[in-house]
């Protein structure tokens, strides 16, 4: 089992910054792709951002290149995502997920989701 839980969400204006983490517990050998995701109202669950062990691994939606950041702080088991410049169109719940893979951008892949954390960016 692996256990996820996410913190650092919050309400920004348009331009803002947030930094998202996700503290990662449990046998974290079935954590190989970790991602995280987002939802908003309405509409299908979104990858954002996914690495596989290597953090050099790392991908993003095209909505975010530039803007978000993965990495990895090994020693507190914490997967952050830097978010900048944010958009209103950001504004979603944020789920931080893994699996043992392979990576990908499909929900599917996924066995372990964190509770989420809400983003909200205002214009």
């Known amino acids: 089992q692996v256990q996820l839980v996410e913190s650092g969400g919050g309400s920004v204006q348009t331009g803002g910054s947030l930094r998202l983490a996700c503290e990662i517990s449990?046998?974290?050998?079935?954590?190989?792709?970790m991602a995280w995701f987002r939802q908003a109202p309405g509409k299908e669950r979104e990858g954002v951002a996914r690495?596989?062990?290597?953090?050099?691994?790392?991908s993003y939606t095209d909505s975010v290149k530039g803007r978000f950041t993965l990495s990895r702080d090994v020693i507190k088991g914490t997967l952050y995502l830097q978010m900048t410049n944010l958009k209103p169109e950001d504004t979603a719940m944020y789920y931080c997920?893994?699996?043992?893979?392979?990576?990908?951008?499909?929900?599917?892949?996924?066995?372990?989701w964190g509770q989420g954390t809400q983003v909200t960016v205002s214009s």
């Open positions: 997920a893994a699996g043992s893979g392979p990576c990908g951008w499909s929900p599917a892949i996924y066995t372990y």
């Open positions: 690495t596989g062990r290597g953090i050099r691994r790392s």
């Open positions: 449990g046998n974290t050998d079935n954590a190989g792709c």
